[in-house]
């Protein structure tokens, strides 16, 4: 099944957050964005919208959009949160996963990989399989930024906070 035109702004105004790549003072607008992409509005505004609704955005009444811009303690409360899924997501791995479920850990550890993204470091990869191996079915989500923004989001404040 092909990937829908929102889905695909959305990957792409989400890449371009996430690294930084759209200043925090750039209004979007549905206009721009649909000229910049060769589409109609529609799908551009769907996919603002569900930036909006992940914290990526701020919708600004009949002017545009905005990069949410975080602040330290923004950025504090959610690795707050962080952690702690973290350790709820170790604790129930070292209760629950087989020995072969622990060692394709420590493999995602030792290979390393060519990342494009931060979300496709070996890191995150493994961030991502210790949620999944948790047996708690809504951690992977919780860890997925396309899912949730949450990691998307404190990746983005992060590199917010070091150009300060």
């Not at 609704?53 to 504090?76: C, H, W």
């Not at 629950?96 to 070996?122: H, P, V």
């Not at 983005?156 to 300060?164: G, H, K, V």
């Amino acid at each position: 099944m092909a990937e829908k035109l929102s889905e695909k702004i959305y990957s792409q105004l989400r890449r371009e957050i996430e690294a930084g790549k759209i200043d925090g003072r750039t209004i979007l607008s549905e206009c721009q964005l649909a000229t910049e992409f060769n589409v109609s509005k529609a799908p551009v505004r769907d996919a603002l919208h569900l930036l909006c609704s992940q914290g990526y955005l701020i919708s600004l009444p009949r002017k545009g959009y905005m990069v949410n811009i975080f602040t330290a303690e923004d950025i504090n409360q959610i690795q707050v949160i962080r952690r702690e899924l973290e350790k709820l997501s170790a604790r129930l791995v070292i209760e629950r996963a087989a020995d072969a479920e622990i060692e394709s850990l420590r493999t995602l550890i030792s290979d390393g990989c060519d990342a494009k993204t931060a979300s496709e470091t070996s890191n995150a990869m493994f961030h991502m399989k210790l949620a999944e191996l948790s047996g708690n079915k809504y951690l992977p989500s919780s860890r997925y930024p396309e899912r949730t923004g949450l990691q998307g989001i404190a990746n983005a404040a992060w590199l917010q906070l070091c150009e300060a």
